[in-house]
């Protein structure tokens, strides 16, 4: 046991460079070109919620109960895109990285790994488009803002998990890659981020609230939105989904990685 | 002291199916048809070694024979069907043409990418790199991306990165042999430098001259069974009287 827990020791101080440089490559593969760069992190979840809250205002018209619907939105949307790319990037992270892992030993876990860290780096910069639309929403601060990156942490962890099984997956069968682009549209239905939770009807509300998604939103909007301590319903909600997920992905992709080479 | 690999009747076993398996449409239907596992080849058959440190060892035999099979292995690359391996320090795998290379990076980034495979950090391949820039002659060219490379120019660029420190181990496959006369010389006076700073080399060559100048022991595989294991020169000689007994 203390060999093992000394091997990863050695193996997280000797590859950290490496999960360094992956994501410096992803963060640049991603707005090479783009004359903005960075910037658009940051312009583009702005630009999405000024789509969006003019459609669904004039459309739907949904009853906000005294909050800024802009800024309900755009939580729900920069937590939900976090989701979605981080697993869409991680789901090709080993397909992709063929070439590396063919010839040299690396842990395998570490690129999908990376993959959601980067993401999670442009998650951050896109926290900044919230920061400038509170001010004009007008909307209250209160010190449970501070609590904001709890969900951000579960989240993460809970992405993760799910990034490393369809990493995985997708090395045996690449139909995953066709079917999860469904998946993802579902559950973004599913989950509360353009339409408020008051809407979801009393006998569908206990399957809405399987959806881990659900709550880390939930917990989100609590702290930024509502300026209130998030229920610990929401607190569970968020921890045991998380960690489950995390270690979960973590086994199942332990298991599947061995015969990786041969496939890829 | 111990020693740095040790190979024990390791065994590797591929599937040679004649497609790959990689929807779930075609899985069920061969799993329905008891196609998979269908042919099975077993590219090494219960290999057992053991290399000391500060060793240099050759791998020979014909195309096919296992050298690059037990190269990836003890690399970590492929996990053993059967049997064990045991490696102890670290290791700078040159298998094949731009291994760890991403080909559309260019040579600079791949230095650092490369140099953190290897458990390097930035600022230390930073203070390297005009090192290996200069020993691998790329020039103006390691701005320029890897897949517009030549076979040499890949070699010389990871030849140059994973011998910039002293591994404990060095596996060289084949990779020298794209290099010009004056590269390769260059190569093995690096290499021989390194030997003396006590690193084990595990080489592969189809030069026998080369593998008798360099390497002290040799190994010869031939269809995935350990023929050999002794001096470079009987070995060699063994293995060369080998074909020359099929063609007589």
Request: aromatic share 14%.
């Amino acid at each position: 046991m203390k060999r093992k827990l000394e091997l990863w020791a050695y193996q997280a101080r000797k590859f950290r460079p490496l999960v360094k440089e992956l994501i410096k490559r992803d963060l640049k593969v991603k707005y090479r070109r783009s004359f903005l760069g960075y910037v658009w992190s940051l312009l583009n979840p702005l630009l999405m919620m000024a789509v969006m809250s003019l459609v669904f205002s004039h459309f739907f018209r949904f009853q906000m109960e005294g909050v800024s619907y802009p800024l309900y939105l755009i939580c729900g949307q920069t937590l939900f895109n976090f989701f979605n790319e981080s697993t869409n990037q991680s789901m090709f992270a080993i397909l992709g990285n063929a070439t590396l892992l063919k010839k040299v030993y690396i842990p395998k876990f570490i690129f999908p790994l990376a993959r959601t860290l980067s993401s999670f780096v442009t998650m951050s910069f896109s926290l900044g488009a919230i920061v400038i639309v509170i001010p004009f929403t007008g909307t209250p601060i209160t010190p449970y803002i501070l609590l904001f990156w709890v969900p951000l942490v579960f989240l993460f962890l809970f992405s993760c998990g799910v990034g490393l099984v369809l990493s995985a997956l997708s090395v045996y069968f690449r139909d995953i890659t066709h079917l999860y682009s469904v998946v993802i549209l579902a559950w973004m239905y599913f989950t509360p981020i353009f339409y408020p939770t008051t809407i979801i009807p009393d006998h569908l509300s206990l399957l809405f609230k399987l959806n881990p998604l659900y709550h880390f939103i939930a917990f989100f909007r609590d702290t930024v939105v509502y300026g209130c301590m998030p229920s610990s319903a929401t607190w569970l909600g968020c921890a045991v989904p998380g960690v489950v997920v995390f270690l979960l992905g973590f086994l199942i992709f332990r298991k599947l990685q061995k015969n990786f080479i041969l496939y890829i | 002291m111990q020693p740095v690999i040790e190979v024990k009747n390791v065994g590797m076993r591929f599937n040679l199916a004649e497609e790959k398996t990689d929807t779930l449409k075609e899985f069920f239907l061969k799993l329905a048809k008891h196609q998979l596992h269908f042919n099975e080849f077993w590219a090494l058959k219960d290999v057992s070694l053991t290399i000391e440190k500060g060793e240099s060892v050759a791998l020979i035999g014909k195309n096919g024979s296992g050298k690059s099979t037990l190269l990836k292995l003890i690399a970590g690359v492929l996990a053993p069907t059967k049997g064990e391996i045991i490696t102890r320090g670290e290791i700078a795998p040159l298998i094949e043409l731009g291994a760890g290379f991403d080909y559309d990076l260019t040579g600079r980034e791949n230095v650092f990418l490369n140099g953190a495979v290897m458990g390097f950090d930035r600022a230390f391949m930073e203070k390297h790199f005009d090192e290996i820039l200069d020993f691998s002659e790329l020039g103006r060219f390691i701005d320029v991306p890897v897949k517009n490379y030549s076979s040499g120019m890949t070699a010389r660029l990871g030849f140059s990165i994973a011998t910039i420190t002293n591994p404990d181990i060095l596996i060289v496959d084949e990779v020298l042999a794209v290099g010009d006369e004056r590269f390769q010389k260059k190569c093995e006076e690096r290499i021989r430098r390194l030997l003396d700073n006590n690193t084990t080399l595990l080489f592969v060559s189809h030069n026998a001259e080369k593998v008798k100048d360099i390497c002290k022991r040799a190994i010869w595989l031939d269809e995935g069974n350990l023929m050999v294991d002794t001096d470079s020169k009987t070995a060699c000689d063994a293995y060369h009287a080998s074909f020359e007994n099929k063609n007589a």
